[in-house]
């Protein structure tokens, strides 16, 4: 529900207008990225992602020049899960890896690898409102126990993958938690607010819905 700008509330007689020019970007914050499952245990999902623009005075018209921007942030990739196997006079364990940031402004930061057995690999931070993070790649210990790998985080028109399972012994091994959601391009604070929406060049296709409600 958290918006990167809010309208705010108007006096009745408001001509209320939102003009996004062609240099401009109204974006959520992008999710960060689930940590890895810490030992034979299971990884933890993506963060969600935040939203755009938040309307609260009804009528509002909002207008994108070709070239701007309004989107939501997008998902962190989910954990993956970790690993054990138990054979005669042996103990191998394996972690998870970090998930990567979902693209946004901010961007979303890479998930924590775990540190039990042999290590995860940290998820990677977005590049920037576009680009995505990449999870860490999976590990494993002595090719006995498999660490899952990270999910990608998530982007315009790709969402956040899930982290991969831990593989260990006699079928054990955790679960790769899924990525988190994606934030909404617009939201307003009730259904009865009216929002018109002038997207000449189809700006918002991909970066988050637009019926959305609530607004914090």
Do not use: M
């Amino acid at each position: 529900d958290h918006c990167a700008l809010r309208t705010g509330s108007w006096d009745g007689s408001t001509t209320l207008q939102v003009d996004v020019g062609g240099s401009g970007r109204i974006q959520g914050a992008g999710g960060f990225g689930g940590n890895g499952a810490n030992g034979d245990t299971d990884g933890n999902p993506g963060g969600q992602g935040t939203s755009g623009l938040g309307v609260e005075y009804s009528p509002t018209q909002v207008n994108i020049a070709s070239g701007g921007i309004i989107s939501g942030g997008f998902g962190g990739g989910g954990g993956g899960g970790g690993a054990h196997d138990h054979d005669y006079k042996s103990e191998r364990t394996a972690s998870g890896s970090g998930g990567g940031g979902g693209a946004g402004l901010p961007v979303g930061q890479g998930g924590t690898a775990g540190t039990s057995g042999t290590n995860g690999e940290n998820g990677n931070a977005a590049t920037n409102g576009e680009l995505a993070g990449e999870g860490g790649e999976g590990r494993n210990n002595d090719n006995q126990a498999y660490g899952g790998r990270g999910g990608d985080g998530g982007s315009p028109n790709e969402a956040a993958d899930a982290g991969a399972d831990g593989q260990g012994g006699e079928g054990s091994g955790g679960e790769g938690k899924q990525g988190g959601g994606d934030g909404a391009a617009i939201r307003r604070t009730n259904g009865s607010i009216q929002v018109n929406i002038s997207d000449p060049t189809n700006a918002l296709n991909g970066r988050g819905v637009t019926n959305a409600t609530t607004v914090q």
